[in-house]
Antibody
Framework: EVQLVESGGGLVQPGGSLRLSCTAS????????MHWVRQVPGKGLMWVSR????????HDADSVRGRFTISRDNTKNTLYMQLSGLRAEDTAVYYC??????????WGRGTLVTVSS | DIQLTQSPSSLSASVGDRVTITCQASRDIAKNLNWYQQKPGQAPKVLIS???KLQIGVPPRFSGGGSGTHYTFTISSLQPEDFATYYC?????????FGQGTRLDIK
């Protein structure tokens, strides 16, 4: 089955760290740009970061640059996001998404990150 | 950075109505615009890509258009399953961005 499954979310204190994972199955993972998109509960979508197929090109949103690091392991068909220096405003559902041509054609169900003391 | 201004932010309509949502970009994005539908508790789903290309399996009552900085998304005859939140998204360059969303409710 073609799918993306996120994991690694949870409750973390301000200033803390967390690593999110997104495991892909059913398609050629290394052929696709992959993205992280987040959504504060009840609010809109915000693009966070993207990485190309071989992991050599990365782009981040200004609000997370220097704190969040996207990476991938194509041998494990897994996308990662290392979150550090977490703030209350980083509380959100984090989705991984596959890029096809210019759009996101496959999304995971998301993993909730809650930053609170 | 490109800003997308989506309007209206919310909309109440009835089954059978025709509704149109607009998305204004802060500069020319050359039709590099997609539309997504999101239902509560679900991930977004792409409906329209490249301003007007209907995704496979998406009913033809959905359509998109526009160019330059101005884009529209139309549902020609609302069905009960269409009540959801809709987002535009550009991919002209990075950072990628989404519109603020349009929540479509039943009147």
């Amino acid at each position: 089955e073609v799918q993306l499954v996120e994991s690694g979310g949870g409750l973390v204190q301000p200033g803390g760290s967390l690593r999110l994972s997104c495991t892909a199955s059913g398609f050629s993972f290394s052929s696709h740009w992959m993205h992280w998109v987040r959504q504060v509960p009840g609010k809109g979508l915000m693009w966070v970061s993207r990485i190309n197929g071989d992991g050599t090109t990365i782009h981040d949103a200004d609000s997370v640059r220097g704190r969040f690091t996207i990476s991938r392991d194509n041998t494990k068909n897994t996308l990662y996001m290392q979150l550090s220096g977490l703030r209350a405003e980083d509380t959100a559902v984090y989705y991984c998404a596959r890029q096809f041509l210019g759009y996101f054609d496959l999304w995971g169900r998301g993993t909730l990150v809650t930053v609170s003391s | 950075d490109i800003q997308l201004t989506q309007s209206p932010s919310s909309l109440s309509a009835s089954v059978g109505d025709r509704v149109t949502i607009t998305c204004q970009a802060s500069r020319d994005i050359a039709k590099n615009l997609n539309w997504y539908q999101q239902k509560p508790g679900q991930a977004p789903k792409v409906l329209i890509s490249d301003s007007s290309k209907l995704q496979i399996g998406v009913p033809p009552r959905f359509s998109g258009g526009g160019s330059g900085t101005h884009y529209t998304f139309t549902i020609s005859s609302l069905q009960p399953e269409d009540f959801a939140t809709y987002y535009c998204q550009h991919y002209d360059n990075v950072p990628i961005s989404f519109g603020q969303g349009t929540r479509l409710d039943i009147k």
